[in-house]
């Protein structure tokens, strides 16, 4: 095996391959090579333990000023929108908008029967009342609500 | 703690404000450390930070737990810190000296580490900064936040292929930079 190949191996992060006759063929060449050696040292303690070692400390003001800001917003958000009805409002809303629709519908089902039977029912008892109004006038037993004009017309009649 | 709880989840995404510092103290060292070696300036590390975190807040309630919450966060960090860092131009990128002196003060207290190790600090930032922002990136969810290939899959949108051989190129790449004349020459 060259140490080309080795090198190439090593800049390869071989922790989750799982490869033991690739593992035992670099060991072995490991063992016997100094500059491959040398290579693996240079890149595992100059350049990759700095970066694993390389964490940063985070500022405390961050979080102070991100705190800030959502509570600021939050409190904005509570002046625009009454507190009581913004549970209603922001969770499901098309769902609130379906139900609102379907009550809507609901009602004017079940209205427009009633109102037909309400204007049929109005109609028959005008009919029946005039029909009565003309045979009582007929018969001259009642006085009507029927007439033919004023009493000159009447008269004329 | 090595994963946030869906308790916890569910509470900052309510709106629970206690619940958000929990994930933000979880999650932070990665976002402010990214952005810092993306933009290598401190203020404006800190304005992706918050950035970063104000996204989280106000889309915590669309997370929808098919990923883990830190290759999420991780995700929108990344593309939030490359997006600034195309947004700024590139200015701070390329000009070395003076911003490494910045941010190799600002990444640990050094006056603390022998001065092997300081040197050795001060290089690998010199290094990165001349790495491209891929292969930063990949280098820092690997070595420094110990992702697995899969979750840096995850979060760079990429293969498990395209991870092992973006890793190893960067790796080529850190190895060449180190051999090369470049740090004796300009650092």
Redesign the interface.
């Known amino acids: 095996m060259k140490c080309k190949d080795i090198r ?1 191996w090593l ?3 071989r922790s ?1 391959e799982n490869d033991p006759e690739t593992d035992m063929i670099m060991a072995m060449h490991l063992q016997e090579c100094a500059d491959c050696r040398e290579f693996q040292r ?2 595992q303690e ?3 333990k ?3 070692e ?6 405390p ?3 102070l ?3 800030e ?3 600021q917003a ?1 409190l904005e958000k509570s002046c625009l929108r009454p507190r009581l009805m913004s549970g209603w409002f922001s969770f499901f809303r098309p769902a609130y908008a379906v139900i609102v629709a379907a009550v809507f519908l609901i009602a004017a089902v079940l209205y427009i029967p009633y109102r037909n039977q309400q204007i049929v029912f109005n109609y028959f008892d005008s009919q029946a009342d005039f029909l009565l109004e003309l045979s009582e006038a007929q018969n001259g037993t009642e006085y009507s609500a029927v007439d033919f004009g004023t009493p000159i017309e009447e008269f004329l009649l | 703690m090595t994963e946030i709880d869906r308790h916890t989840i569910e509470q900052a995404a309510a709106g629970d404000l206690s619940a958000f510092e929990r994930i933000y103290h979880f999650t932070s060292g990665f976002v402010y450390g990214l952005a810092l070696r993306m933009v290598r300036n401190p203020q404006d590390a800190s304005e992706i930070t918050q950035d970063v975190f104000m996204k989280v807040y106000y889309k915590l309630k669309d997370f929808r737990f098919q990923s883990s919450l830190k290759t999420w966060i991780y995700r929108i960090a990344v593309n939030t810190a490359l997006n600034a860092r195309r947004r700024l131009g590139l200015r701070r990128t390329r000009e070395t000296s003076m911003d490494d002196n910045i941010l190799d003060l600002q990444t640990a207290p050094m006056t603390q580490l022998p001065c092997a190790e300081v040197e050795r600090k001060q290089r690998l930032e010199f290094l990165l900064s001349r790495l491209t922002p891929e292969h930063k990136t990949i280098l820092l969810l690997r070595e420094t936040e110990g992702l697995s290939y899969q979750e840096i899959a995850d979060v760079l949108k990429i293969n498990l292929n395209t991870v092992r051989t973006r890793l190893k190129r960067a790796r080529q790449q850190l190895v060449l930079l180190a051999e090369s004349g470049v740090i004796r020459n300009e650092m």
């Open positions: 190439e800049l390869q992060d989750e240079r890149l100059d350049l990759l700095p970066l694993r390389a964490r940063v400390p985070v500022p003001e961050i979080w000023n991100i705190k800001t959502l509570m939050e």
